[in-house]
C-alpha cells in the first residue's frame, strides 16, 4: 500500500468545518483514498473512501487533488462527538479490508 | 441496524492459559477480520476469512489460530497466552471478500492478561 502522511494532531472549534488533509505521494493508479476513525477505545468506523472523483456522504465529503497525490477529508460542521484519531488509507481496489492503521491525525474539537 | 457483535467484552485470564473471542458478523456479510490494539498503539490486522477460508495472514503469533464457520461467526483462539497479548481484539465484517467495500468493526474485546 502506498506511505500516507497526516499531521500527528489538529484542533478545531465547534461547529466549523474541520479540514484534514493527507499526503499520498505514490499513490497509484488503482489505489484508493479510504478515511476511518477511532474514537476513543472504540471500533474503527469507515468514513467514506474515493479514487480520484470528490465524493460526498452524511458523514463528510473527501476532495482529491487531480494529480492523486494528496486529500483532505472535510467534515462540515464537527461536533464534539467528532474528537477521534483519524486514519487515511490507501489501498487497491483488490486488498480487501486488511486495514493498515498508522499516523493518523488526532482531532480535538474544542467547545 | 444489526452491528458486528464481539463477545465476550471483556476477559481477565493468566499467563499461560487459553481465550477464546467469538465475533459475529453483520447478516449477510461473508468476509470477517481480526485486529489487535495494543494500549497506545494503532489497530494492527492479524488474520482474515472470507467464505470460511482464510484469505489474508498479517501479524498473527503461532500461538493464535482463528476459523470462521459456516454460519460467517468467527472465533480467535489464544493459547499460552502472555502478558504482552494483553490487548484490545476487534473483529470487522464486510460483504465481498477483496472487493472494494467499506468494514463495520464491532466494539471489541478487552482482553487482559495478568
Known amino acids: 500500500d502506498a506511505k500516507t502522511t497526516q499531521p500527528p494532531s489538529m484542533d478545531c472549534a465547534e461547529g466549523r468545518a474541520a479540514n484534514l488533509p493527507c499526503n499520498h505521494s505514490?499513490?497509484?493508479?488503482?489505489?484508493?483514498v479510504y478515511w476511518y476513525r477511532q474514537i476513543h477505545s472504540q471500533g474503527p468506523q469507515y468514513i467514506i473512501h474515493g479514487l480520484k472523483n470528490n465524493e460526498t456522504n452524511e458523514m463528510a465529503s473527501l476532495i482529491i487533488t487531480e494529480d492523486r497525490k494528496s486529500s483532505t477529508l472535510i467534515l462540515p460542521h464537527a461536533t464534539l462527538r467528532d474528537t477521534a484519531v483519524y486514519y487515511c488509507i490507501v489501498r487497491p481496489n483488490n486488498a480487501g479490508n486488511m486495514l493498515t492503521f498508522g499516523g493518523g491525525t488526532r482531532l480535538m474539537v474544542k467547545p | 441496524a444489526a452491528g458486528v457483535i464481539q463477545s465476550p467484552r471483556h476477559l481477565i485470564k493468566e499467563k499461560r492459559e487459553t481465550a477464546t473471542l467469538k465475533c459475529y458478523p453483520i447478516?449477510?456479510?461473508?468476509?470477517v477480520y481480526w485486529y489487535q490494539q495494543g494500549p497506545g498503539q494503532d489497530p494492527q490486522f492479524l488474520i482474515s476469512?472470507?467464505?470460511?477460508?482464510?484469505?489474508d495472514k498479517g501479524s498473527i503469533p503461532d500461538r493464535f489460530s482463528a476459523q470462521q464457520f459456516s454460519d460467517y461467526h468467527s472465533e480467535l483462539n489464544m493459547s499460552s497466552l502472555e502478558l504482552g497479548d494483553s490487548a484490545l481484539y476487534f473483529c470487522a465484517s464486510s460483504l465481498g471478500g477483496r472487493g472494494n467495500t467499506e468494514a463495520f468493526f464491532g466494539q471489541g474485546t478487552r482482553l487482559t492478561v495478568v
Open positions: 505514490t499513490i497509484s493508479g488503482n489505489e484508493y
Open positions: 476469512f472470507y467464505e470460511k477460508m482464510q484469505s
Open positions: 447478516p449477510r456479510h461473508d468476509t
